[in-house]
């Protein structure tokens, strides 16, 4: 089946639902397609898994804003299935999966899930940094006051970074400490 099948045959509701949190995975393997046929839900799973893996540069990235303390929260529109990607890449070591769609009940662009956010963290809109590659959510969170960054590259996001006045030091502790994890996962 082609990209383009796929979305024309998909249910129009039920991967948000499920991303809201409102459906559980029972309940979206049923819903998936308009016509309720069956699909290999535990293969689709696993494909996504398969394709999670850093962008180039952000890793380091995100080690070095955490050596800086910077305090980092993902605010993502996913559903339960992010401990897949936490399972894989152990994201958590940076940052905290506060901020989840299906936890909160809300999607990126909803004011509402920004403010929430600043809400939760009790901080002023103004003193976060909201950063994502599509540009509708870089503008929602502009909207409510947050700092809007669109993500290109690792690159371009540390001089935006950098230009905002964010310390992003770079050494080569980064370096060892991914050594010293490889080692460790190859024991």
Request: proline content about 3%; some cysteine.
């Amino acid at each position: 089946m082609s990209f383009k099948e796929l979305i024309e045959q998909k249910h129009p509701t039920a991967w948000i639902e499920f991303e809201e949190g409102r459906i559980d995975e029972k309940e979206l393997a049923k819903k998936f397609f308009k016509d309720g046929r069956s699909f290999d839900l535990e293969g689709l799973k696993n494909c996504m898994k398969r394709g999670y893996s850093y962008i180039d540069g952000i890793e380091e990235l995100l080690y070095n804003l955490k050596e800086n303390n910077y305090e980092m929260h993902a605010f993502t529109n996913y559903p339960i299935w992010y401990k897949l990607i936490e399972e894989k890449l152990n994201i958590s070591t940076y940052l905290s999966w506060t901020f989840c769609s299906c936890m909160i009940g809300k999607r990126k662009p909803d004011p509402d899930f920004y403010l929430e956010v600043t809400r939760h963290l009790k901080v002023d809109p103004e003193s976060c940094v909201f950063i994502d590659d599509r540009l509708r959510n870089v503008e929602a969170a502009i909207e409510v006051g947050i700092n809007g960054l669109q993500f290109k590259n690792a690159n371009l996001l540390r001089q935006d970074l950098s230009k905002m006045g964010i310390d992003i030091s770079t050494d080569d502790r980064y370096t060892s400490h991914h050594s010293k994890l490889k080692e460790e996962s190859t024991s």
